[in-house]
């Protein structure tokens, strides 16, 4: 067998964790291999709106062993609290859930730089979540980091104050540094709690699953365009949310990988700084977030949302390898009499490309679109893909003609049972 990778294609907030629910059936095992809590997968079923952040989004299918892998950056704190509220629902999560002793631990201090890093850059600040992630991974990067499998060792406590200490050498700013007094406790709390969960090697047994002939998904959290090295730099994320950090993330080969599932929305959205070529500043763009009810899941920020961007989507396509496409909520777009898809983009000097350019934080770029005609489709009774309108068949057709990769997966709606399944898997 073959780990097949789910992955957002664009900025983050595509609907992976829905697309992870409804393909859960088909596998033994899911698996989460980078990220933090940054993420923010949004499942809905029987009438409940669930938000994963760390736990994989397999959770909800109970005969399936749900991996938090080694590229995982692991907040003990809201671990234990997503756990905890997973149980109010009568979900014991702890009975399928592992987690890499190889994760890195986010600590209290690493909110705390977070916070004093984007405030020193002003004007200039990335859009960060203020989690801690990047700090995580410049500690895991310089290697001084404190992972999962450390807090079975007695020298712990001594290792861990030892970093908080450097961590706190570095911040010049008391109001933000005293605030260790209040994060502290809590955390001790958490780690106590993670210490009893199911802590393991995480790439054994992902390995030895796929010696058993089991069925593997690994998912990823944010968006390919929000990659360390492919994103728009340095508006980004600080792993690599491609497929390749599939493999350094879970410890798999890559001639372990088999579909690579790529998820899009058939608008464009982004959180945060960055540039954002088709971002709509009118009323259109309003509609579309209103539509949509696009606010992070995670911070509760107001998406920026934007016509579908295809130079952007081919490129992510390209270096993912991706097999098939999954196009998410194209309910959003109904009742536009005209939809619009950047096809190319006009540059500074006057020229066109239909490539991705290097550099598209400093160098202003002006969408190329074609139009196309709206739909004002709802999810057919029949969930028949032949049943919804010639006019979303072309929108789904000009897409696939363009990029060269079959959708697969039309979503109408947040559901799982909002889901038309073109082709079968």
């Given at each position: 067998m073959?780990?097949?990778?789910?992955?957002?294609?664009?900025?983050?907030?595509?609907?992976?964790?829905?697309?992870?629910?409804?393909?859960?059936?088909?596998?033994?095992?899911?698996?989460?291999?980078?990220?933090?809590?940054?993420?923010?997968?949004?499942?809905?079923?029987?009438?409940?709106?669930?938000?994963?952040?760390?736990?994989?989004s397999?959770?909800?299918?109970?005969?399936?062993?749900?991996?938090?892998?080694?590229?995982?950056?692991?907040?003990?704190?809201?671990?234990?609290?997503?756990?905890?509220?997973?149980?109010?629902?009568?979900?014991?999560?702890?009975?399928?859930?592992?987690?890499?002793?190889?994760?890195?631990?986010?600590?209290?201090?690493?909110?705390?730089?977070d916070?004093?890093?984007?405030?020193?850059?002003?004007?200039?600040?990335?859009?960060?979540?203020?989690?801690?992630?990047?700090?995580?991974?410049?500690?895991?990067?310089?290697?001084?980091?404190?992972?999962?499998?450390?807090?079975?060792?007695?020298?712990?406590?001594?290792?861990?104050?030892?970093?908080?200490?450097?961590?706190?050498?570095?911040i010049?700013?008391?109001?933000?540094?005293?605030?260790?007094?209040?994060?502290?406790?809590?955390?001790?709390?958490?780690?106590?709690?993670?210490?009893?969960?199911?802590?393991?090697?995480?790439?054994?047994?992902i390995?030895?699953?796929?010696?058993?002939?089991?069925?593997?998904?690994?998912?990823?959290?944010?968006?390919?365009?929000?990659?360390?090295?492919?994103?728009?730099?340095?508006?980004?994320?600080?792993?690599?949310t491609?497929?390749?950090?599939?493999?350094?993330?879970?410890?798999?080969?890559?001639?372990?990988?088999?579909?690579?599932?790529?998820?899009?929305?058939?608008?464009?959205?982004?959180?945060?700084?960055?540039?954002?070529?088709?971002?709509?500043?009118?009323?259109?763009?309003?509609?579309?977030?209103?539509?949509?009810?696009?606010?992070?899941?995670?911070?509760?920020?107001?998406?920026?949302?934007?016509?579908?961007?295809?130079p952007?989507?081919?490129?992510?396509?390209?270096?993912?390898g991706?097999?098939?496409?999954?196009?998410?909520?194209?309910?959003?777009?109904?009742?536009?009499?005209?939809?619009?898809?950047?096809?190319?983009y006009?540059?500074?000097?006057?020229?066109?490309?239909?490539?991705?350019?290097?550099?598209?934080?400093?160098?202003?770029?002006?969408?190329?679109?074609?139009?196309?005609?709206?739909?004002?489709?709802?999810?057919?009774?029949?969930?028949?893909?032949?049943?919804i309108?010639?006019?979303?068949?072309d929108?789904?057709?000009?897409?696939?003609?363009?990029?060269?990769?079959?959708?697969?997966?039309?979503?109408?709606?947040?559901?799982?049972?909002?889901?038309?399944?073109?082709?079968?898997?």
């Amino acid at each position: 067998m073959k780990v097949d990778v789910l992955l957002g294609l664009q900025w983050g907030d595509e609907g992976k964790g829905k697309v992870v629910d409804y393909l859960a059936t088909k596998y033994k095992v899911v698996a989460r291999f980078q990220g933090g809590p940054n993420a923010g997968h949004t499942l809905e079923f029987d009438g409940i709106k669930h938000v994963l952040h760390q736990i994989p989004s397999g959770i909800f299918r109970f005969d399936i062993k749900n991996i938090v892998g080694n590229g995982v950056v692991l907040d003990p704190v809201i671990f234990k609290k997503e756990i905890e509220e997973l149980s109010e629902l009568g979900l014991d999560a702890t009975k399928n859930l592992y987690v890499s002793r190889k994760a890195q631990l986010i600590l209290p201090t690493h909110r705390l730089l977070d916070a004093y890093q984007e405030k020193l850059k002003g004007n200039k600040k990335i859009g960060s979540t203020l989690k801690g992630i990047g700090p995580t991974y410049q500690d895991k990067i310089g290697r001084q980091g404190l992972r999962i499998g450390d807090t079975e060792m007695d020298s712990f406590e001594e290792r861990y104050q030892e970093l908080r200490d450097k961590h706190l050498s570095i911040i010049k700013d008391d109001g933000i540094s005293s605030k260790i007094q209040e994060l502290e406790p809590q955390f001790y709390e958490a780690i106590d709690y993670v210490r009893t969960l199911q802590l393991i090697d995480s790439e054994y047994l992902i390995n030895e699953e796929l010696d058993k002939k089991a069925s593997v998904l690994a998912e990823g959290a944010q968006g390919s365009l929000l990659d360390v090295d492919f994103g728009s730099y340095p508006f980004v994320t600080s792993s690599s949310t491609m497929v390749s950090g599939a493999c350094s993330g879970l410890g798999v080969a890559p001639s372990k990988i088999g579909e690579v599932f790529g998820v899009f929305k058939a608008y464009c959205t982004r959180v945060g700084s960055g540039p954002f070529p088709t971002e709509l500043f009118d009323e259109t763009g309003a509609q579309l977030r209103k539509q949509g009810h696009e606010f992070g899941a995670t911070t509760g920020r107001p998406r920026r949302c934007g016509w579908l961007d295809l130079p952007a989507l081919k490129y992510a396509i390209m270096i993912n390898g991706v097999t098939q496409l999954f196009m998410m909520k194209a309910d959003v777009l109904a009742g536009f009499d005209t939809i619009k898809v950047c096809v190319g983009y006009e540059l500074e000097d006057g020229s066109t490309t239909d490539k991705l350019p290097y550099d598209l934080v400093n160098q202003s770029v002006k969408p190329i679109y074609k139009e196309l005609i709206g739909w004002n489709d709802a999810m057919p009774s029949s969930a028949n893909y032949d049943d919804i309108s010639q006019s979303l068949k072309d929108y789904v057709q000009f897409i696939e003609n363009e990029v060269g990769v079959p959708i697969k997966i039309v979503s109408l709606g947040p559901d799982r049972s909002e889901t038309i399944i073109r082709v079968c898997l």
